[in-house]
């Protein structure tokens, strides 16, 4: 099951620059401003900058699929053809994120901690 795509992340060279031209396009100061991420919500979207994204295998800007189960999401991508980019990690708060490659395309997947 999927909520669809809620989460874009653009890899960041240089993160100063990319924050100032996302500062300019969104008119507004990051919501998330750490050396490791800096994200905003946008229009009931996330968007963030990922510096050293290349290490996770993001090449290009990646849009992210929030998912349910991101183990039984990844497996039934991969018996259809998918292979692994990056086994899910945990980026925060129970936040985990992998990366999938179809056809070339780099996926991202997204499951959030579930809440009691």
Request: glycine share 12%.
């Amino acid at each position: 099951m999927t909520d669809g795509i809620q989460t874009i992340l653009y890899p960041a060279t240089d993160l100063a620059a990319a924050k100032a031209a996302f500062v300019a396009l969104i008119g507004a100061e990051p919501e998330q401003d750490q050396p490791y991420y800096v994200g905003w919500q946008v229009g009931g979207q996330s968007f963030g900058l990922v510096p050293h994204a290349d290490r996770q295998g993001l090449t290009g800007p990646t849009p992210y699929w929030h998912v349910a189960d991101i183990g039984k999401s990844i497996e039934a991508m991969v018996d259809a053809g998918a292979t692994v980019t990056a086994e899910p990690r945990d980026v925060g708060g129970g936040r985990l994120t992998a990366t999938v490659t179809v056809d070339g395309n780099i996926v991202g997947l997204l499951q959030d901690p579930v809440r009691e």
